[in-house]
Nanobody, 121 residues
Framework: QVQLVESGGGLVQPGGPLRLSCAAS????????MRWYRQGPGKQRELVAG???????TYAESVKGRFTISRDDAKNTVYLQINSLKPEDTAVYLC???????????????WGQGTQVTVSS
């Protein structure tokens, strides 16, 4: 069984930084792309950043320059560094990962449960 667990959320003041982590565990053979999504109150879930196995990254236009995604394959963990937080960044942040659970090349997508980020003074 595979689990993705996010951590690092909380209440932060506007302008501050925050670093989110998402650790994958279980019967993992290898991990392909890892992504961060967020869902704000009353909003649809949106993709904010992704990182492939070769380290190439993509970002939503709305977060470019403030969000940085990275990964540590030795720890099966993806990170999201958020700088200059704004109230509109308030959301549940979720990660997902496409991974192999055995020697088969098939990829399966797993999701974490999310971590709440609230930006308020």
């Amino acid at each position: 069984q595979v689990q993705l667990v996010e951590s690092g959320g909380g209440l932060v003041q506007p302008g501050g930084p925050l670093r989110l982590s998402c650790a994958a565990s279980g019967s993992i053979f290898s991990i392909s792309t890892m992504r961060w999504y967020r869902q704000g109150p009353g909003k649809q879930r949106e993709l904010v950043a992704g990182i492939s196995s070769d380290g190439s990254t993509t970002y939503a236009e709305s977060v470019k320059g403030r969000f940085t995604i990275s990964r540590d394959d030795a720890k099966n963990t993806v990170y999201l560094q958020i700088n200059s937080l704004k109230p509109e960044d308030t959301a549940v942040y979720l990660c997902n990962a496409d991974l192999r659970v055995g020697p088969s090349p098939n990829l399966y997508r797993y999701w974490g449960q999310g971590t709440q980020v609230t930006v308020s003074s």
